[in-house]
């Protein structure tokens, strides 16, 4: 195990409340396990943060760097409209209700 260094933090009232009662409720040992895992949490979503951004990043740039042409504003809405029109007919067409 990696050697320990100690720290004091300061906590709301609150927060105190609920680190007591984790350890009292038997979920953690100490306050120190309660604060660890609250801190190994925070990590992980600090990695999965940088993870989404790093995907968005490279799908921004891929769109960026697409060669295909571009479809203009007005088609892409005809095109949204067309397909929203097809769904609604289909949620209203009894014998496609049969067959989900």
Do not use: W, Y
Request: charged share 40%; aromatic share 2%; hydrophobic share 35%.
């Amino acid at each position: 195990m990696e050697s320990a260094e100690k720290l004091s933090v300061t906590v709301t009232p609150a927060v105190a409340r609920m680190i007591r009662e984790k350890v009292e409720d038997g979920s953690f040992g100490s306050a120190s396990e309660v604060i660890r895992a609250a801190l190994r949490a925070f990590q992980r979503e600090e990695e999965e943060h940088a993870e989404r951004m790093a995907s968005i990043r490279a799908r921004v740039k891929a769109s960026i760097e697409d060669t295909r042409p571009g479809v203009p504003l007005d088609e892409a809405i005809e095109r949204v409209k067309k397909r929203i029109s097809e769904l609604a007919r289909e949620s209203d067409d009894p014998a496609s209700r049969r067959h989900s």
